[in-house]
């Protein structure tokens, strides 16, 4: 049997030499290759649901760097769209989409099994991907968590604090719980079906998890988390899932374990340090680098990743960026960080 791929052996709880890496948005706009495909695509949604160009883009930072992971390249604002919510981008602002702040926008909404038709191209990019990359590489697919899904379709667009979501979970608490109904059992769908396609792990994006307190966060960030990872463990048991509830702080303790998530994604609002002593005691964890470190490089970016590295070198880990990597990043320091975490530094 072949040897098994570092990123599956990590999510399996083993302790690595080194640990296996890969980056949030490593596909991406600080790339100069993406960039032109980009353009030929036309825009960022005609690149999402153009199978080869995707898949293109996907496997342009593994040739350039060697990442033990590949992530799927799509948006967490697909499945919205395949709900029926209008989306479109405007250039250097961000997502728009029709909004739902009421019961009669969630009535025109689809049902769960209703999305796959329109995420085809998707599932195809998923497909030739697992047929294209090397065998030591790792596809990753994902989805965005109900909660943060959810901010988006509330209030139309990307937003600092997120009020949109919760003043309709505060004031209109039915239709806000059947729309977190509906993203969660799309999500289901979505992501058994992108293993299905091929995915060997999935990662569940719960961006805006960190804007939850007490008792919200149960019932909005875990409880979803939970019900997802339990509904694909029943589908794909052998398939790892990463959950990432951003931000999420003291909530960060015994998430995987409430939710059966096989690996915590950690941000780096909390250090390293911490993070070991009181999450990777579970198992799996994941980061947790700034990404500003991508635009400042040097000597900071090398004892920096040291230091991750080293804290969480007494258990199973993957190493990554706390968050994605910015337009503005230089290509040059993504090298420096993969030398550093694999010891090929010198000084
Ligand atoms: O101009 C461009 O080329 C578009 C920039 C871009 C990219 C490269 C967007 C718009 N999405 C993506 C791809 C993407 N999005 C991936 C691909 C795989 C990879 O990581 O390489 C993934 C996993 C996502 C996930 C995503 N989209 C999240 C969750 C992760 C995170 O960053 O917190 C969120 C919140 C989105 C929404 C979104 N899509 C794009 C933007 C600019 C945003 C944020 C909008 C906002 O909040 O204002």
């Known amino acids: 049997m072949a040897e098994q791929k570092k990123i599956m052996r990590a999510l399996a709880g083993e302790t690595l030499d080194t640990p296996p890496i890969w980056m949030m948005r490593q596909a991406g706009r600080y790339l100069p290759e993406y960039k032109a495909t980009r353009a030929q695509a036309g825009d960022f949604l005609s690149l999402c649901y153009n199978p080869e160009l995707a898949t293109e883009v996907t496997l342009q930072p593994i040739r350039r760097y060697g990442f033990d992971a590949a992530i799927l390249f799509a948006d967490i604002l697909l499945l919205p769209q395949a709900l029926g919510a209008d989306l479109w981008f405007v250039t250097g602002e961000g997502p728009r989409l029709s909004t739902v702040t009421q019961q009669s926008d969630f009535a025109k909404l689809k049902g769960p099994t209703d999305v796959h038709e ?17 065998n030591e590489t790792t596809l990753i697919g994902f989805a965005g968590a109900p909660w943060t899904v959810a901010t988006y379709m509330i209030a139309g667009q990307g937003t600092p604090d997120q009020a949109p979501a919760h003043k309709l979970r505060v004031e209109n608490p039915a239709t806000f719980d059947a729309l977190m109904d509906l993203i969660t059992a799309s999500t289901i769908e979505y992501l058994a079906m992108q293993i299905e396609a091929g995915a060997e792990v999935v990662k569940l994006f719960d961006s805006w998890a960190g804007s939850l307190k007490g008792d919200a966060f149960q019932k909005y960030s875990l409880e979803p988390a939970k019900k997802i990872i339990t509904a694909l463990k029943a589908r794909h048991p052998n398939t790892p899932i990463i959950a990432f509830p951003r931000e999420a702080g003291d909530n960060y303790i015994g998430f995987a374990k409430a ?61 990554n960026l706390g968050h994605g990597i910015t337009p503005d990043a230089d290509p040059k320091n993504v090298q420096l960080m993969i030398d550093t975490v694999r010891k090929t530094t010198t000084d």
């Not at 991508?294 to 900071?300: F, I, L």
């Open 118 to 134: 329109h995420l085809a191209p998707v599932y195809q990019t998923v497909r030739n991907l697992a047929a294209a990359l090397p």
């Open 259 to 319: 939710t059966g998530a096989d690996c915590v994604a950690i941000d780096n609002s909390v250090s390293a340090e911490w993070a070991a002593a009181n999450v990777q005691v579970d198992g799996c964890v994941q980061g947790n680098l700034a990404s500003r470190h991508m635009v400042t490089g040097g000597q900071d970016l090398i004892d920096e990743t040291r230091t991750i590295v080293k804290a969480f070198s007494k258990g199973p880990h993957i190493f």
